[in-house]
């Protein structure tokens, strides 16, 4: 079934509650935090899935965000199966067990709870937030590495709560669910060339990669015939631009790799075809994350202190 906001709140809790307290038989591997409270004052969670949920690792973090726009309710939904999948099959399943104890995994699987309550794309003051973040080249000339400001004033509480949690963190990957289509929409959405046009972004062949990470294993999408996007996959910009879209804010802004992933060509298909879906969408969800452990890695140390330090890494010809 769809969850209704009361709903999810209470299986969360339930998970955190299980799989979250070290008096439990099972592993400590969650916490469920409020990024913050919505227009109508409900909560935006996030639930934090790793082996040492209260320690700092030198692991990747990652992240899925779900239905920003809740007639799309669909991502919820497939978040809370990965949840469901993640806690339980723990210790049994060898590469679930892997992808927990080298991942700090993130989950929000209702960005905008009002609008869920409401069942209507916008938040409660009506605002679109897929359409809300800082645009390029007029908001963000840098990224938050270069000591450039967040630039969240006046935006809506649920941006500017999904803003400042993002920053606080160090994401490498992530992806943002939706449905109404059924694709993989890859950066940039923007990159000021008009619609219909391609805009390919400094790091394209990765991002095409990526992509296509999740959508090969998920038959119905890989073929699913859109023209300009053999595999499932497309540029944002080439199949229709917007601006002011997170997944082009958390590239640009925050060095993280963030693609868009449509689920379904009915915004909200009946309940008994979300298995099916989750069917489609298992490997695809696992494989994207895994995803979050290519390319290089390191820490950069002080020499005297010893503590970490921003540090800009650059592959030539790139």
């Not at 899935?49 to 497939?78: L, N, Q, S």
């Not at 995803?291 to 030539?316: F, M, N, W």
Request: charged residues 25%; proline residues 7%; negative net charge.
């Amino acid at each position: 079934v769809y969850h209704s906001y009361a709903a999810l709140t209470t299986e969360l809790e339930a998970y955190a509650a299980a799989f979250g307290a070290s008096q439990n038989t099972n592993p400590d591997l969650c916490r469920l935090v409020s990024l913050g409270k919505s227009v109508e004052d409900r909560d935006i969670w996030a639930l934090k899935i790793t082996d040492k949920p209260d320690k700092e690792e030198f692991e990747p973090e990652f992240r899925y965000i779900a239905t920003m726009h809740c007639d799309e309710p669909v991502g919820t939904e497939m978040c809370l199966y990965f949840i469901d999948m993640l806690l339980t099959e723990y210790g049994s399943d060898s590469r679930i067990t892997n992808l927990v104890d080298g991942t700090e995994i993130w989950i929000v699987p209702l960005m905008n709870p009002d609008g869920l309550e409401a069942v209507t794309r916008f938040n409660h003051d009506g605002i679109d937030l897929n359409r809300d973040f800082p645009t390029w080249p007029e908001e963000i000339i840098g990224s938050k590495f270069d000591g450039l400001p967040l630039n969240d004033a006046g935006r809506a509480i649920e941006t500017r709560k999904i803003m400042q949690w993002s920053a606080d963190h160090s994401f490498v990957l992530s992806a943002n669910y939706h449905t109404g289509a059924l694709i993989v929409n890859y950066p940039f959405d923007d990159g000021d060339k008009g619609s219909g046009v391609e805009a390919p972004s400094p790091d394209d062949a990765l991002l095409q990669e990526l992509s296509l990470r999740y959508s090969t294993p998920n038959s119905p999408l890989y073929n699913n015939p859109v023209p300009d996007s053999p595999g499932g996959i497309i540029n944002g910009s080439l199949w229709y631009e917007i601006t002011g879209g997170m997944q082009d804010w958390n590239y640009r802004y925050l060095s993280c790799n963030d693609v868009t992933i449509e689920l379904s060509p009915t915004k909200i298909p009946i309940e008994d075809q979300l298995p099916g879906c989750w069917d489609d969408n298992r490997e695809s969800m696992l494989a994207y994350a895994e995803a979050s452990h290519i390319g290089v890695q390191g820490i950069v140390k002080d020499r005297t202190t010893g503590g970490p330090l921003y540090a800009r890494g650059e592959v030539i010809g790139n």
